[in-house]
């Protein structure tokens, strides 16, 4: 990353950097001038033990971890730092292979060995940004041991602190949009914000006195410490949420199976799936609808005469809407819980990113809707075939 413009008046500006031992409680700081202060800094008792210790470059906004026997760098940026480099969505089988190619090459395919050798070099060189998501934290909690460790580090190495904002949260910035709010751009869905990628508020300012940027440094230097502690953490959570979203995904059962032996719910089916849509958006809707001023007889005129067509002209819904007709409509379909976190990542990774790897069910469902939904990313569901996509975005 490109040094940032520190003037003097900055508390950083003559610091080269800024070390901690997690073991000692000992921090080191180097001036520009190459004179070295140590302090002993008081750490919290209930911190993980994977990070071991951490060195900021505040002219990068850098940091370097030590963590279960790893180097690991993440950028932290400035409040201003938006994403401004071509994106690529990973599903968590593409991480997996690409922690695979980092360890052991040979364990997968020449043609795999060139993408993600080509997507290394690319995410050194700072010519792409692959992000993280909760999909791939949810995914990766439920794994144990040393094959933990190497994805997680391979995941945290190559991501560097960008998050794919929480999908819940998006899709409410979309539904805000549809009456009159600002539209999202690339920029709000893919982020170094800490814990964009959970769907929490953000908390207080950890330092208001020390100003804003100075304040939401800590905040991106706290957080960054903990996506590490949390992907590294080697104990295996198994469940995951795995039951709500298997109650997910039997919900939409009835209404798949009903569908082909009633020959009105046939000649309806649009509108059946249209409601059917509306109510998985729960309270969000609504609460759109309010904030915006519109009264509960314009939100029913709204729903009857412009909503199928408003979804339409949005990115993220429409893709969810037309692959949700399309599976309900499809009465072989098996849903099953692993589909949640497919059909919401995919969704709006392929309506706002550049290039997206995925599972095949939900790939080829949202190639299926591309003409029906706003322009958005390739979409792939094996590595060796994005390739030419990869080299395209990097030329």
Request: aromatic share 8%.
């Amino acid at each position: 990353m490109s040094d940032f413009e520190l003037t003097r008046a900055h508390p950083l500006s003559r610091l080269l950097s800024i070390a901690i031992d997690y073991q000692t409680g000992t921090a080191t700081f180097v001036r520009d001038d190459l004179m070295v202060a140590t302090a002993t800094v008081a750490l919290p008792t209930n911190r993980g033990a994977a990070v071991t210790s951490s060195t900021f470059f505040p002219k990068q906004s850098r940091i370097v971890f030590k963590a279960s026997g790893r180097t690991l760098t993440m950028n932290l940026g400035t409040l201003s730092t938006k994403c401004d480099a071509p994106t690529v969505y990973l599903d968590q089988r593409d991480w997996i292979h690409f922690a695979r190619w980092e360890k052991e090459p040979n364990r997968v395919t020449p043609a795999q060995r060139q993408f993600f050798g080509t997507l290394a070099t690319a995410v050194e060189s700072e010519q792409v940004i692959v992000p993280i998501s909760a999909a791939h934290l949810v995914e990766t909690s439920k794994r144990g041991g040393a094959s933990r460790l190497d994805l997680a580090a391979t995941m945290l190495r190559y991501s560097r602190g960008w998050q794919v904002r929480s999908v819940l949260a998006l899709r409410r910035a979309e539904l805000r949009a549809l009456f009159g709010g600002e539209p999202l751009v690339v920029s709000d869905v893919v982020t170094l914000a800490p814990q964009a990628a959970l769907d929490m508020e953000r908390p207080a300012p950890f330092a208001p006195e020390l100003g804003s940027e100075m304040s939401g440094l800590i905040e991106r230097q706290v957080w960054a410490a903990v996506l590490v502690e949390l992907l590294l953490d080697p104990v295996p959570t198994p469940n995951g949420g795995q039951d709500l979203a298997h109650q997910w995904s039997q919900s939409f059962l009835p209404l798949a199976t009903a569908i082909p032996g009633n020959a009105k719910a046939r000649a309806r089916i649009r509108d059946l799936t249209r409601v059917r849509f509306i109510s998985d958006l729960g309270h969000d809707l609504p609460a759109a609808a309010k904030e915006a001023g519109l009264t509960p007889g314009d939100f029913s005129r709204w729903l009857t005469e412009s909503a199928e067509r408003d979804i339409a002209a949005t990115p993220g819904l429409s893709r969810l809407r037309e692959t949700l007709h399309l599976r309900i409509a499809n009465a072989t379909e098996k849903w099953e819980a692993n589909d949640l976190n497919d059909w919401f990542y995919l969704s709006y990774s392929g309506a706002y990113l550049d290039l997206v790897l995925g599972e095949r069910k939900t790939i080829n469902y949202l190639r299926r809707v591309d003409p029906l939904v706003p322009s958005g990313a390739k979409l792939h569901y094996r590595a060796e075939d994005a390739l030419a996509d990869l080299q395209h975005l990097l030329a």
